[in-house]
């Protein structure tokens, strides 16, 4: 039977030894910074509660700055700790994606649906629903595409049906980050495919993630004019 100091002994071996070295806690095995204790980081979906977050707690806070790592993705940091290295992580609003597959071929009633729910609506927006609505259905197989412009068959009229060209490269608004910003309008290329597939490719090469990253600065500083904001 093990007795009281047998196990005393095992829970003394088992407990993490450290050492204070210069007013920093060390391991005693491998003499590894023992971290300090941190709270878990609030994740919220808008930039409204993010400010609204930070001017109610920036009084309780260490000195802080606001990072913009990306265009749906803005966090409230601690200044870094020289002492222990790191930064401490308080809020993060994350924007949630609407779901709209670019490089993706829909079916035309489905790329309607998504004109109308995950795009800004624009003059551009509702040509392209008026040109996509009136294609034929039984000329799938009429798409004519020399490479740069593309014609399909579709209802001109009351009674009519002709060659419409498909128009290129179209600029559009599509919702991609936080709704308290203005959304970035860049180009895209609109292409058919027989049996009425279509599918929109992003041709801007993503400089829209940066007009959107400083639409987020511009609000940020007018509503936390005080805070460092990194974007």
């Known amino acids: ?72 993705i803005v966090s409230l940091l601690s200044a870094f700790d020289e002492k222990y290295k790191q930064r401490e992580y308080f809020i993060q609003a994350k924007y949630d994606d609407i779901n709209f ?49 593309q014609s399909v068959v579709a ?12 128009p290129n490269p179209v600029k559009l608004k599509p919702y991609r980050t936080f709704l308290e910003i203005d959304q970035p309008e860049s180009l895209f290329t609109l292409r058919m495919e027989s049996g009425h597939r279509i599918a929109l490719y992003e041709a801007d090469g993503g400089m829209w993630k940066m007009q959107a990253r400083e639409s987020i600065a511009k609000y940020l500083k007018k509503e936390l004019s005080d805070i460092q904001i990194i974007s």
């Open 1 to 72: 039977m093990i007795n009281k100091e047998t196990i005393e002994k095992i829970l003394s071996l088992a407990e993490i030894q450290t050492i204070d070295y210069d007013g920093l806690q060390y391991t005693k095995d491998d003499l590894s910074i023992v971290r300090k204790p941190s709270v878990d980081c609030l994740t919220v979906k808008t930039l409204k509660s993010f400010v609204d977050y930070t001017k109610n707690t920036i009084d309780t806070l260490p000195k802080i700055m606001i990072v913009i790592e990306s265009h749906k």
């Open 101 to 149: 597959n670019y490089n993706h071929n829909y079916s035309s009633g489905d790329f309607i649906i998504k004109l109308q729910t995950c795009f800004i609506k624009t003059e551009t927006i509702s040509s392209l629903m008026k040109v996509v609505g009136n294609i034929k259905e039984e000329s799938s197989t009429q798409v004519k595409d020399d490479g740069v412009t």
């Open 155 to 166: 209802k001109t009229g009351i009674a009519r049906v002709e060659e419409v060209d498909l």
